[in-house]
T-cell receptor, first 111, second 115 residues
């Protein structure tokens, strides 16, 4: 069955550093992959989409890569700020109109 | 701005009760989704709908049903609530017309406790 893996342990980094989060998927080949941000007690908010034919996508301080050979996406936040502290969810396309969400990685950026 | 609203933020129900969770979106989206979110398990798709009166089972439909009588409204029904249905329930909507992102817009969630 389709499986999404994200680091279950929280990632703690210092303000100003680059945060890198990993998403691995198995048993299928998604046409695209999305990343969402979720704050405590709130619904996820869309950040970026990257398609299978794109190696890299950038949006302001965010960068996403998509390696279809390794079946892996990396999500980077450069010059991180305490306001970036949240849980980040990886969501590859799981079929027509569907996403499959990972459990998320919690990021804590310390001043 | 897209807005997805859910009928309640917090709900406490007793075992065996019938529970209705309602979701309304204001962006004319054809697709609507119901997820539940539990610690360590991420968001799991219960049901989705791609048109009025259409519904498709997600990964965990057992114990749930849905209704979509109008395009903007998607209801999740727990026919007989059980304690293992205690969870955060999230509704989302999206459109296939949004080919740049296929973004799903989420509501604030309903934390349901079944006692």
């Amino acid at each position: 069955s389709q499986k999404i893996e994200q680091n279950s342990e929280a990632l703690n980094i210092q303000e100003g550093k680059t945060a890198t989060l990993t998403c691995n998927y198995t048993n299928y080949s998604p046409a695209y992959l999305q990343w969402y941000r979720q704050d405590p007690g709130r619904g996820p908010v869309f950040l970026l989409l990257i398609r299978e034919n794109e190696k890299e996508k950038r949006k302001e301080r965010l960068k996403v890569t998509f390696d279809t050979t390794l079946k892996q996406s990396l999500f980077h936040i450069t010059a991180s700020q305490p306001a970036d502290s949240a849980t980040y969810l990886c969501a590859p396309r799981g079929g027509y109109n569907k996403l499959i969400f990972g459990a998320g990685t919690r990021l804590a950026v310390h001043p | 701005d897209v807005k997805v609203t859910q009928s309640s933020r917090y709900l406490v129900k007793r075992t065996g009760e019938k529970v209705f969770l309602e979701c309304v979106q204001d962006m004319d989206h054809e697709n609507m989704f119901w997820y539940r979110q539990d610690p360590g398990l991420g968001l799991r798709l219960i049901y989705f709908s791609y048109d009025v009166k259409m519904k498709e089972k997600g990964d965990i439909p057992e114990g749930y049903s849905v209704s979509r009588e109008k395009k903007e409204r998607f209801s999740l029904i727990l026919e007989s609530a059980s304690t293992n249905q205690t969870s955060m329930y999230l509704c989302a909507s999206g459109s296939n017309r949004d080919r740049d992102s296929y973004e799903q817009y989420f509501g604030p969630g309903t934390r349901l406790t079944v006692t």
